[in-house]
């Protein structure tokens, strides 16, 4: 029985596990078509080389390939390379620069480049600092459903003292799962803000 199951397993492994594989055929085919121009594939491999998926982890090439999609206006390449700016991972830190590739992401509806640019605001980091403009770009995100934006809102609204507007935000920001919105509602719900 138990051998039955092991070749089952086995089997479910070979026909299916290898069609989501990262294989170095898929890479090469990848490198052809990111050099004649597809976004796409540039950006799949900038992820690989950033994540070191199926390739040794190198933030050289993960920029590389990630700054070939982002000028062809590849949206999850801009918010890529702006990350690895922003966080100085595999890159000198630059603050102006990430925001920059934030804004080109952002601009096109990118939730996660818009909530990213929020807290470049409300930090201060590569813009003056300015809630107005990070209160304006959270809402962005967060209108769009993005849990983190959410979150970032509702605490905006509770610094305001608009807690009502806060736990609006903060429930729907807990009802997709993200655990600190959450324990915030907890906190606020347990201290009668509600």
Known sequence: MQKQILLCVLCSTLLFGSENAITTQKIETWKLAAHQGDAEAAFN?????????GVSQN????????????????????????????????????????VKWFRLAANQGDAKAQNDIGFAY?????????????????KLAAEQGY?????????MYFLEGDYQEAMRWFRRASAQGLVKAKTILYHMQKHNYN
């Open 45 to 53: 491999l900038g992820n690989i080389y950033a994540n070191g998926l």
């Open 59 to 98: 933030y050289t090439e993960a920029e590389k390939w990630f700054r070939l999609a982002a000028v062809q206006g590849n949206i999850k390449a801009q918010s890529s390379l702006g990350m690895m700016f922003y966080t100085g991972k595999g890159l000198t830190q630059d603050y102006p620069e990430a």
């Open 122 to 138: 409300e930090s201060g980091h590569g813009v003056s600092k300015n809630n107005d403009e990070a209160l304006k770009w959270y």
């Open 147 to 155: 849990a983190e934006a959410q979150c970032n809102l509702g605490k």
